[in-house]
């Protein structure tokens, strides 16, 4: 990235954290069991058979977070609520000293003039709904509706945005696809069905919050990547197409056209969800963005075993190949297809296996990867995609999933015994960067 590349003076610059990854307390104040929290009780689960019962504390701690934020100059702050902290059961009673902790936490942020932007629900499902058939009941979408609703009603003018989920195809295909997440189940048709009432309760959710006259701007954060076949070979342009149509056209095609695309319900075949009669009108509602979170292609080969990719700029600690003209392909591909809102790239960053040397942690790989990231995304802004913000994965090292603390996401590190924040060389280097943006 050229020092002489500018962005938009509005872009708006942030970072992202999730609610289960950071803020521990998991049953402090009223708080519900999620099903993390369940399925962290098998330590067999997570790779490091840790959980996030503690986590990065940042329910007690969300002040210094705030502080970290501001002290990096940025824009805005994007974050997730656990619906189980509001709503223990995910049904009944609001509890209302989870709902004080958000507003804390926004009040905090607007004290620092950082823009809050919320998502709704980021995987982690109340343990109570999950008791009621979690999201292959039919019956959860209607609930998810109410919690965004009630959050709207709350916080719909104090946001900057609300998002209804963060990717989907991760709660449906990782959830209840492989059991790599909770809630633990491996079922190809459940998972498919799953991904249809996500998309059902994004369209229900956005037309209550829509009732509640909010002026937050309204939208949903999917996972997105190309599908690049590795060969020339019929076999595999096939399957890139048929990868491309059943991750990133399964949940864009309900929203901006109506439907799920051809190629992909064929190959589902027996195992393609039940959809009721007027299921698109509910979820093709018009939003005010659309966040993409990328962090790597798909690369698609049909021989056994498969080709890889040639890795010319490596990999992440999680093992994911760094392909930054990916995204300028995709936003492009995007731009060309549907009939796009504005965007926000939402997720975009590097698990890197970084080392504390003397208190200083010279992450170069992840600079590097932010840097050239960048220059992706303004290639594509300057071919014509409209994109007006860009949230960095994550700010704090923490709770990776099934990998637990193995993997470190964050421009900020986290000594997870003592709990200190040590800020990254890349924290600094991402400071500079927007600070010199700002100069005009």
Known sequence: MNSFTKFPQDFIWGVATSAFQIEGAATADGK???????????????????????????????????????????????FSMAWSRVQAQ????????????????????????????????????????????????????????DYAAEVAHRFGDRVASIATHNEPWCTANLGYGNAQFAPGVADAKQAIQVSHHLLLSHGLAMTAMREQGVSAKLGIVLNQWTADAATDSEADRALAELEYARSVQWFMDPIFKGRYPELALRAHGANAPVVHADDFKHIQQAIDFLGVNYYFRAYCSAEDPPRQPPLSNGRTDMGWEIYPQGLTELLLKLHEEYTLPPINITENGMANPDEVTHGVIP??????????????????????????????????????????????????????????????????????????????
């Not at 995987?123 to 509706?145: E, N, T, Y």
């Not at 860009?390 to 637990?404: C, M, R, V």
């Open 32 to 78: 519900g069991l999620s099903i993390w929290d369940t399925f962290c009780q098998n330590p067999a689960n997570i790779k490091d058979a840790s959980d996030g019962l503690v986590a990065c504390d940042h329910y007690h701690r969300y002040r210094d977070d705030v502080e970290l934020i501001a002290s990096l100059g940025l824009d805005a702050y994007r």
């Open 90 to 145: 995910g049904k009944g009673a609001w509890n209302e000293k989870g709902f004080d902790f958000y507003a804390r936490l926004i009040d905090a942020l607007a004290e620092k003039n950082i823009a809050p932007h919320l998502t709704l629900y980021h995987w982690d499902l109340p343990q109570g709904l999950q008791d009621d058939g979690g999201w292959l009941s039919r019956d959860i979408p209607s609930r998810f509706a």
């Open 363 to 440: 992450d170069v790989a992840r600079i590097d990867y932010v840097r050239n990231h960048l220059a992706a995304l303004f290639q594509a802004m300057a071919k014509g995609v409209d994109v007006q913000g860009y949230f960095l994965w994550s700010l704090l090292d923490n709770f990776e999933w099934n990998s637990g603390y193995s993997k470190r996401f964050g421009i900020v590190h986290v000594d997870y015994a003592t709990q200190q924040r040590t800020l990254k060389d890349s924290a600094y280097w991402y400071r500079g960067f927007v600070s010199e943006q700002k100069v005009r």
